[in-house]
């Protein structure tokens, strides 16, 4: 789903990192609450996926990505988008409530 919103790879210098080994590393930092450094191999590697995370931040890649899967759980009925709320500082609070 998400693979043709990704950069493509570039056609010289050395090849990159398989994009979802990347992307597991990715996921796997906040997850477990290891640094980059202190990634397990089986997330992938570090000094790999940091720079990734910081391209994708920067060419708008996470929001593309968000958008399609919001998009296709809509599409399958799986979310309902008039009772979700992905920021909730969009929902204003109740007075007085704790």
């Known amino acids: 789903m998400i693979e043709p919103l990704l950069p493509k790879p570039a056609a010289t210098g050395r090849p990159r990192n398989n994009d979802?080994?990347?992307l597991n590393?990715?996921?796997c930092v906040p997850v477990s609450g290891c640094g980059w450094s202190?990634?397990?191999k089986t997330c992938?590697?570090?000094s790999?996926?940091?720079p990734r995370l910081r391209g994708w931040q920067e060419f708008g890649i996470w929001k593309k990505i968000l958008g399609r899967a919001?998009?296709?759980a809509h599409k399958s009925g799986r979310?309902?988008?008039e009772k979700i709320s992905i920021d909730s500082s969009s929902?204003?609070?109740k007075k007085g409530e704790t």
């Open 48 to 50: 790999a996926a940091n």
């Open 38 to 40: 202190e990634m397990s």
């Open 70 to 72: 919001v998009k296709s």
């Open 91 to 93: 929902i204003p609070s």
């Open 25 to 27: 590393g990715i996921i």
């Open 79 to 81: 979310i309902d988008l």
């Open 44 to 46: 992938g590697d570090g």
């Open 20 to 22: 979802r080994t990347v």
